[in-house]
């Protein structure tokens, strides 16, 4: 599997049609805490993204953002990954690639709000 770290989604769309690069499965990994300010832009740009599944892993969130979330008009492209602890930077980023992995994805692209 590979993973892609990215937070500008026209890097994100380059990557993935890059020739070097060929994906059967690809998953965005959308780490969240408390990004209730640009987490409804995060999910938008995700959905123009080529990819198989949007991935939200919810980080301790103590703002609006689970809200935000679920109240989007597309929510339910979206599997959403909820820890009520803060975990820290890593972690949500590790759960949800090995999430992504066990529903064989083959690219992980992680986008950050």
Do not use: W
Request: net charge neutral; proline share 5%.
């Amino acid at each position: 599997m590979r993973v892609y770290t990215c937070c500008y989604e026209p890097i994100a769309v380059k990557l993935i049609h890059s020739e070097r690069v060929n994906f059967d499965m690809v998953s965005v990994v959308v780490p969240v805490k408390n990004e209730e300010t640009g987490i409804a832009k995060t999910l938008d740009n995700c959905l123009n993204l080529p990819v198989n599944e949007i991935i939200v892993v919810l980080n301790g969130c103590t703002d609006n953002s689970h809200e935000i979330i679920k109240s989007h008009p597309l929510r339910k492209k979206f599997e959403i990954l909820q820890f009520t602890q803060p975990l820290g930077i890593d972690i949500p980023r590790a759960v949800g690639a090995a999430y992504a992995y066990s529903r064989n994805c083959s690219g992980v692209l992680f986008l950050d709000g």
